[in-house]
């Protein structure tokens, strides 16, 4: 499909750039950092999922982003930046302890929302007057904002509504053709978005939960809400949302969808009926579980978020193997529930999305 190791090819005019995740060549981001001077799109790996990237202070260079994604105009884009100063040209009004947060968790995947300064065109914050500002861990990030010297914006680099892409070859899936160039370093480490927290107001509120746990934040910051959104386990959809990602759908596979909660032993019993009740109606039936129950379920195509004990292996495949049932055609996927400890408050808040709330509680 596309040119296996060579560092160059491309495809339905997209240029694709193989570099090595831990030491990119000079030469291929200094071409990928040209296309974002010049307001072009990039998408890039970053340690959490791939980003779609352009010039975040260019409104037309942002608006490609939307356009190439499909992608809701009030929803704002992540500005990606490679040094803490950059903050100051992005933000006012900036809070004292943003410098204990980005002393901890920065390089790494937390998106700190802050007052906007005027320099940040309205198309990059949705129309906000708010800003969400990140430094990313990954090298391929850091050295394609470092080499363009202008912060990147950039949202997830799927088509709005899909799975969040975490290898190359889902960003080639949903944007081939659509955008100037993707950097292609293989799969991403954590796999899961970065953690959204609000600093503009009293209390520290999470508005989604992602590669830094909560119980990270609360450890440095005391107090942190959690949005009730996220709490209110999946059964309410915000009616105002703060974050406007919030309110539609996404993270979905093309299969219909079931997440099913709860005690372990039931949840089992009730995910036996329900590939029953598919099975005779001649549905194909995916069944995503964990380990620890692999050997429960039979006539169903099973895959495994890993150890329900090790969130941060359900964390980096859950967008693949949502994606992998898609291309294996199934009809419907029966999902089981985790604990919401650490990234598994993360896992949980994606499967409740990507079912669109289809939830059985058991
Ligand atoms: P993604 O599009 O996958 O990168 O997700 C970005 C998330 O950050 C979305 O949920 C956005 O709504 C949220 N976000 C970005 N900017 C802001 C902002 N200024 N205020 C609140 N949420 C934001
Ligand atoms: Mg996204």
Redesign the pocket.
């Known amino acids: 499909m596309y040119g296996g190791s060579s560092r160059y090819s491309e495809v339905k005019g997209t240029k694709i750039l193989r570099v090595d995740p831990s030491s990119p060549d000079a030469d291929l981001i200094r071409v990928a950092a040209d296309v974002i001077r010049r307001g072009g799109t990039v998408a890039f790996p970053t340690e959490t999922?791939y980003?779609l990237g352009s010039d975040a202070l260019n409104p037309e260079a942002v608006m490609k982003i939307f356009k190439a994604?499909n992608?809701p105009l009030d929803?704002?884009?992540?500005?990606h930046i490679c040094r803490f100063r950059d903050v100051n040209l992005l933000a006012s009004n900036i809070p004292r302890r943003l410098d204990i947060l980005a002393e901890r968790f920065w390089p790494g995947p937390l998106?700190v929302?802050?007052k906007?300064s005027d320099i940040v065109p309205r198309v990059?914050?949705?129309g906000?007057?708010?800003?969400?500002v990140r430094m990313p861990r990954h090298r391929v990030a850091l050295a394609l904002i470092r080499e363009s010297g202008t912060p990147i914006a950039?949202?997830?680099a799927?088509l709005a509504g899909r799975p969040?892409p975490t290898s190359d070859r889902h960003v080639i899936e949903d944007l081939a053709g659509r955008i100037d160039v993707i950097l292609a370093a293989g799969s991403t480490p954590v796999g899961v978005?970065?953690t959204?927290i609000?600093m503009t107001g009293k209390t520290p509120t999470v508005?989604?939960p992602g590669g830094v746990p909560v119980e990270d934040l609360r450890a440095v910051l005391g107090r942190v809400n959690i949005h009730p959104s996220i709490l209110s386990r999946g059964l309410m959809e915000p009616e105002k949302?703060?974050?406007?990602?919030?309110k539609y759908r996404?993270y979905a596979p093309r299969a219909e969808m079931v997440l099913v909660e709860g005690e372990d032993g039931s949840v089992i019993k009730k995910i036996r009926e329900l590939i029953d009740e598919y099975v005779v109606q001649g549905k194909r039936v995916g069944v995503l579980t964990f380990d620890e129950n692999l050997d429960a379920y039979s006539r169903a195509i099973i895959k495994s978020l890993g150890s329900r004990r090790q969130p941060e292996t359900a964390a980096r495949r859950i967008f693949n193997l949502l994606r992998e049932f898609d291309r294996e055609d199934v009809d419907v996927i029966i999902a089981e529930g985790m604990p919401e400890k650490g990234l598994g408050l993360a896992v949980m808040n994606r499967l409740r999305k990507a079912c669109g709330y289809n939830i059985i509680k058991v």
């Open positions: 999922v980003g994604k992608r929803n704002p884009i992540i500005v998106t929302i802050l906007a990059t914050t949705g906000l007057d708010t800003v969400a950039a949202p997830s799927n969040s978005e970065s959204v609000d508005l989604r949302p703060l974050s406007p990602g919030m996404h």
